[in-house]
Nanobody
């Protein structure tokens, strides 16, 4: 059973915008942190943005001011609004959720391609 599902990826031109969403299944209880990671071609996976249950957020320097992470009240959905996209934002984007244990859950990833 897939427990985290990402959506919203696709092809966008430089300067454009895209919104990614991640939905957690009801089988994951007590999530206290969710995050977006990405893996650019030929590079290691890196943290893009994170949010905890209080609503506090953190961003990688490369996306600060351009990307916004948010969550719903139940903390079973997290979104990433990406503005002013650049070619270097091209990557597979992965959603992660953490619950007490701690136990981590990962989505299968969604491709974002920024190209003219």
């Amino acid at each position: 059973q897939v427990q985290l599902v990402e959506s919203g990826g696709g092809l966008v031109q430089p300067g454009g915008s895209l919104r990614l969403s991640c939905q957690a299944s009801k089988s994951i209880n007590g999530i206290y942190a969710m995050a977006w990671y990405r893996q650019q071609p030929g590079k290691q996976r890196e943290l893009v943005a994170s949010i905890i249950s209080s609503g506090s957020t953190n961003y990688a320097d490369s996306v600060k001011g351009r990307f916004t992470i948010s969550r719903n009240h139940a903390f079973n959905t997290v979104s990433l609004v990406m503005n002013n996209l650049k070619s270097e934002d091209t990557a597979i984007y992965y959603c992660k959720a953490i619950r007490p244990g701690p136990v981590e859950y990962w989505g299968q990833g969604t491709q974002v391609t920024v190209s003219s």
